[in-house]
DNA sequence: TTACTAAAGGTGTATATACACTTAAAATCA
DNA sequence: TGATTTTAAGTGTATATACACCTTTAGTAA
């Protein structure tokens, strides 16, 4: 039976997707940590600031403006859709769906731009805001990836 | 009634969460595109290979070595467990379980390893191989902030 | 030794993620 | 115009994620 070397293993921990899941994991909590006031999750509060700066935005732009799977984003929508902070409208044909802010998501943005806020200026302190932004810049880069073959 | 307005806004699509997470959402598409022909997830992937290093770990210290809520880790195990790429066998005292890879998860991780290499040199190719050192580590030291009260 | 505390693990619940597949409507082509 | 293709969206299924809560067992203190 053949078997990996722990040598061949050795190299498996410098996995960009291990890292990068690992961070995304330990990041997440700290925002949804600092909102955790209003129950958003981090996906959530993206959710609602994309909506809030497009005003209104058909389902697949907004699946590409969070980079995120159409499937994926549909789903994502149900809880907040529940919680009546955004609404599903007709969209330009009968194709189409729209996403817009409710009120209360208007509101519920008031409340958690704050508490967001200070969660940024925290991983910012922690890390060095100029060492953020290099990191954030370099994620940016990684991400453009995804286009090719 | 409030609103944030657009110039509030305009921060947020620079948040560390929205951003490593979306680079997340690529990258492990990137890898799992890579080992598509083995059907294993990136996550599967990593815990195989971590159990590979450890011989027999148990539940709690592997999940440490992930950075993976324990919860988690025990929901993720399942997958591989139903098909028979790693065992559960008995800890040191009668509270813990320790995983361990079958002769059959070795032979996965035979298969799995090559993939998982070239998925690693395509992003290395794209990014530069010391860009991407240079990310990892820098998201290594952001993980360090978890531990912060 | 008994009672309390700490450690290890699982379950209920809810959200996040995406692929394969399907349906409906619009756009384009022959 | 009618047929084909493209676009927009939803569903089925499976995995990933973690919090709150519970059970069992081990360790420790009174």
Request: hydrophobic residues 45%.
């Amino acid at each position: 039976m053949k078997k990996v070397t722990k040598k061949e293993l050795s190299a498996c921990p410098d996995c960009a997707c291990f890292n990068i899941r690992k961070a995304s994991r330990v990041i997440t909590q700290v925002y949804e940590e600092a909102m955790s006031d209003t129950g958003l999750r981090g996906t959530q509060f993206t959710v609602l600031v994309v909506v809030a700066i497009h005003e209104s935005i058909i389902i697949t732009s907004l699946a590409e403006k969070l980079v995120m799977d159409r499937t994926t984003l549909t789903r994502n929508l149900k809880p907040l859709e529940k919680q009546k902070l955004i609404e599903i409208i007709p969209g330009a044909d009968r194709r189409t769906r729209a996403v817009r802010l409710t009120a209360a998501g208007h509101e519920m943005l008031v409340i958690a731009l704050p508490l967001w806020k200070k969660a940024q200026q925290k991983v910012a302190k922690f890390m060095g805001s100029e060492r953020l932004d290099n990191l954030i810049g370099e994620l940016r880069a990684l991400e453009k990836i995804a286009v090719l073959p």
